[in-house]
């Protein structure tokens, strides 16, 4: 609430009001940290994955700790879960929005493809056609719980985002996760300007990638890539592609502006 009471005072040019909301901020971080954060476990309340990830997306976690707190989300979904969740309807929306914040599409991959108790493919083993209420179907069988895989399979799995610097999709991000024994993906989004498409094969180590960006718009595409030189389009070097801009190279991808139009990348 602070943090959107700050952002919204920036948007008004009310620096002091911004100001005031974001110390109120910083207090309450240190509040929450100290009141729920123990030093002896090196964890947030009991070992579940609510209880890190929730921390971690909210930024609660001090910088020392932010690593410490990461592993035991890690240790605790592979080791402790054995690749499962351990959510409920309300908390796995949250765990999956900060995995694919944070770039750990891979565990979120693992949590998505189980085949049994508790996850999707349980429900999926057990007859099921659509989500249940609890993980076990014992209450409602026909309940708008655990959708949360549908939107990370757009923005995590396709890696279409919207871009907060030019809202109502006017800007976009593409950014695909290439996880697991997944090959390929083909998706679309339909914004109020148009379809926006991210699709995705591999074969071993080549990747291609077709981006699809409305008129009028621009885009971010991250191309994962073990460096730039090797990176094409439409069967010619990226750095000299028409309608691409090289913007830098960042955690395994080669990261791209383009405008409006087809794309089709290589790497």
């Known amino acids: 609430l602070y943090d959107m009471l700050a952002k919204s005072a920036d948007a008004l040019g009310r620096t002091d009001e911004a100001r005031r909301h974001r110390a109120k901020i910083a207090e309450l971080k240190l509040l929450i940290h100290s009141a729920y954060y123990k030093p002896n476990e090196k964890l947030y309340v009991v070992d579940e994955q609510l209880n890190q990830s929730m921390p971690l997306m909210l930024d609660l976690v001090p910088e020392d700790l932010r690593g410490t707190i990461q592993k035991k989300l890690e240790d605790i979904t592979l080791m402790k879960n054995n690749g499962h969740l351990d959510t409920g309807m309300l908390g796995t929306y949250f765990l999956f929005q900060y995995l694919q914040q944070?770039?750990?599409?891979?565990?979120?991959?693992?949590?998505?493809?189980?085949?049994?108790?508790?996850?999707?493919?349980?429900?999926?083993a057990q007859g099921a056609t659509t989500m249940w209420e609890q993980w076990d179907g014992y209450w409602s069988q026909i309940h708008s719980?655990?959708?949360?895989?549908?939107?990370?399979?757009?923005?995590?799995?396709?890696?279409?985002?919207?871009?907060?610097?030019?809202?109502?999709?006017?800007?976009?991000?593409?950014?695909?996760?290439?996880?697991?024994?997944?090959?390929?993906?083909?998706?679309?989004?339909?914004?109020?300007?148009?379809?926006?498409?991210?699709?995705?094969?591999?074969?071993?180590?080549?990747?291609?990638?077709?981006?699809?960006?409305?008129?009028?718009?621009?885009?971010?595409?991250?191309?994962?890539?073990?460096?730039?030189?090797?990176?094409?389009?439409?069967?010619?070097?990226?750095?000299?592609?028409?309608?691409?801009?090289?913007?830098?190279?960042?955690?395994?991808?080669?990261?791209?502006?383009?405008?409006?139009?087809?794309?089709?990348?290589?790497?």
């Open 102 to 124: 944070c770039g750990r599409n891979d565990l979120a991959f693992t949590m998505a493809t189980q085949k049994d108790f508790p996850g999707w493919g349980y429900m999926l």
């Open 145 to 267: 719980c655990y959708t949360c895989p549908g939107g990370w399979m757009y923005q995590g799995l396709a890696g279409i985002r919207p871009d907060k610097t030019g809202p109502g999709f006017k800007k976009s991000i593409i950014k695909p996760a290439i996880v697991g024994d997944l090959t390929w993906v083909k998706c679309h989004y339909d914004s109020i300007h148009g379809r926006i498409v991210s699709n995705w094969k591999r074969e071993g180590t080549r990747l291609a990638m077709d981006v699809t960006i409305p008129v009028n718009t621009t885009a971010t595409v991250y191309v994962p890539a073990k460096d730039a030189a090797g990176v094409t389009e439409s069967g010619r070097s990226a750095a000299k592609a028409v309608g691409v801009k090289f913007l830098r190279l960042k955690d395994g991808a080669a990261i791209y502006e383009v405008g409006s139009g087809t794309y089709r990348f290589q790497s």
